[in-house]
């Protein structure tokens, strides 16, 4: 079993930053890609930007040159640096690490709680 917890969501004026994290306790063989999704009232959750266990990275084009993801393997931990941001930004971010928890299973998707972004103007 693994829980995702995250963190640095809240309340910022446009063109403020912020930084979100998101660490994974429990059974961890290992982590493949792992990522940020939103999703605001109304609307369908959204693939935010995602890093493979190689470093490799996708963002989507509203973000794209605005955030980066991040990842620190050793500490389970996923991180989005957002920078820039717009009130358009605003939704409940949610993190997934796609895990390993042994040698022999396949991996599984895990979701954080979720934390609250909002942007004001």
């Known amino acids: 079993q693994v829980q995702l917890v995250e963190s640095g969501g809240g309340l910022v004026q446009a063109g403020g930053s912020l930084r979100l994290s998101c660490a994974a306790s429990g059974r961890i063989f290992g982590t493949n890609a792992m990522g940020w999704y939103r999703q605001a009232p109304g609307k369908q959750r959204e693939s935010v930007a995602t890093?493979?266990?190689?470093?490799?990275?996708n963002y989507a084009d509203s973000v794209k040159g605005r955030f980066t993801i991040s990842r620190d393997n050793a500490k389970n931990t996923v991180y989005l640096r957002m920078n820039s941001l717009k009130p358009e930004d605003t939704a409940v971010y949610y993190c997934?690490?796609?895990?390993?928890?042994?040698?022999?299973?396949?991996?599984?998707?895990?979701w954080g709680q979720g934390t609250q972004v909002t942007v004001s103007s």
């Open positions: 890093i493979t266990s190689d470093g490799g990275t």
């Open positions: 997934k690490h796609n895990v390993r928890s042994y040698p022999w299973a396949t991996a599984v998707d895990y």
